[in-house]
């Protein structure tokens, strides 16, 4: 409903600010509930994508993990189904596209691994995790 004495274009902005803000929100309880449920969060970055051999399937993403956010971060590169790569369907389609060098958080349990692309989140502690990692490669460039 519009607020009384509003314009039709005040209701509409009105109305995008809040699914905006509805859209924002979910995303943050999604993150805090894998934080929660996850004992072993990294950043990895996407060194190699290898397509499927049948059409359909999909890819396969070699990570690299290149910084701990909590746990123990794995020494070897893992390897995870392009289409695995979400948690609680956000974003839809999971990494789909994902290319060489992207960075990612991954929330790992054995035998299952989940994630999203690190652009996405925006929680403080992954937010933190990802500036931590930034500043040290600027370190390592001086």
Not at 7 to 31: P, S, V
Not at 37 to 45: D, G, M, P, R
Not at 81 to 100: F, H, I, M, S, V
Not at 121 to 139: F, P, Q
């Amino acid at each position: 409903m519009r607020i009384p004495g509003s314009t039709d274009e005040e209701a509409e902005a009105r109305y995008r600010a809040f699914e905006q803000a509805r859209d924002i929100i979910a995303k943050l309880e999604l993150e805090k509930r894998a934080l929660e449920s996850h004992w072993t969060v990294y950043l990895a970055k996407a060194e190699k994508v290898v397509p499927s051999a049948t059409k359909g399937d999909p890819s396969t993403v070699i990570l690299r993990p290149v910084w701990q956010v909590r746990g123990l971060l794995p020494t070897e590169t893992v390897t995870i189904e392009e289409n695995k790569l979400r948690y609680c369907d956000w974003p839809p389609g999971g990494l789909l596209g994902t290319k060489a060098g992207d960075l990612i958080v991954v929330f790992d349990d054995p035998g299952s691994a989940s994630a999203w692309f690190a652009s996405e989140v925006r929680s403080g502690e992954l937010i933190d995790a990802i500036d931590l990692y930034a500043l040290s490669l600027e370190k390592e460039q001086r």
